[in-house]
């Protein structure tokens, strides 16, 4: 759906226009900003208990070893996975209020540009990893993407699910901790991102779907005009 979406000159125009105000409300967007500082100034300051949390986690552990796998496999290798198979799911079950294309490409493009975020800041900062694993630890991807998958949960099925969706991330930053993987402020600075960048889609999603809609219920008239001369 999407390649023949990119194959076509005017979809592709559009899905590029949506890209830009996308990327663009990741940061213009007020409460974004909020998000960000707040994960930046967080993270910065739990730089100074990185290595206590580091020891206590291995120490005393901070998850059972299947809840930390669960959350392991979520953030890394189904969250997409499950996401997009409810995108198919649901429109084919509800043909009236499809929109599926709109979902898939909202969904996609805000997981990639999350992931080439993240990948950029991991090889900008060049932080070794708690387990002495060089050099991507700050910030978690797992964490990243599995905050930028609850936005989309959120916003494409409600808060009920949304709410559900953030806890599990909140598993998945614990369960790199508990592994060893990350830092605490490699988690924290990956779930305001995450978090950033699902809402900078996600704004431009609900722009989109309303001028569809708007474009949809816009009746449709004429007038024909007789000269009485």
């Known amino acids: 759906m999407i390649v023949s979406s990119i194959l076509d000159a005017q979809a592709s125009s559009e899905l590029k226009d949506y ?39 291995q120490d005393k552990g901070l998850l059972s070893e299947k809840v930390s796998h669960f959350g392991d496999m979520y953030g890394g290798y189904w969250a997409h996975w499950i996401i997009w198979s409810s995108i198919v799911s649901t429109s084919l079950s509800n043909k009236e209020e499809n929109n599926f294309s709109e979902k898939l490409e909202f969904s996609t493009l805000a997981m990639v540009t999350n992931a080439v975020i993240t990948e950029l800041m991991k090889r900008s900062f060049g932080r070794v990893r708690p387990n002495g694993g060089c050099c991507k630890s700050f910030p978690s991807g797992h964490t990243s993407h599995s905050f930028t998958v609850a936005t989309i949960a959120n916003e494409l099925y409600g808060k009920e699910m949304g709410i ?17 993987k990350h830092y605490l402020s490699d988690v924290i600075f990956g779930a305001g991102l995450g978090t950033a960048v699902g809402r900078g889609f996600a704004l431009a999603y609900q722009d989109r779907i309303n001028n569809k809609n708007l474009n949809i219920n816009i009746p449709f008239s004429f007038r024909i005009s007789i000269p009485l001369d």
Do not use: M, P, W
Request: hydrophobic letters at 50%; a positive charge.
């Open 164 to 180: 559900a969706a953030y806890c599990l991330a909140a598993l998945v930053a614990t369960s790199r901790i508990h592994d060893n």
């Open 19 to 57: 890209f830009s105000k996308s990327s663009e409300k990741i940061l213009s967007n007020n409460s974004n900003q909020l998000i960000l500082g707040s994960a930046a100034l967080a993270a910065f300051a739990a730089t100074t208990i990185d290595q206590k949390i580091k020891l206590y986690a």
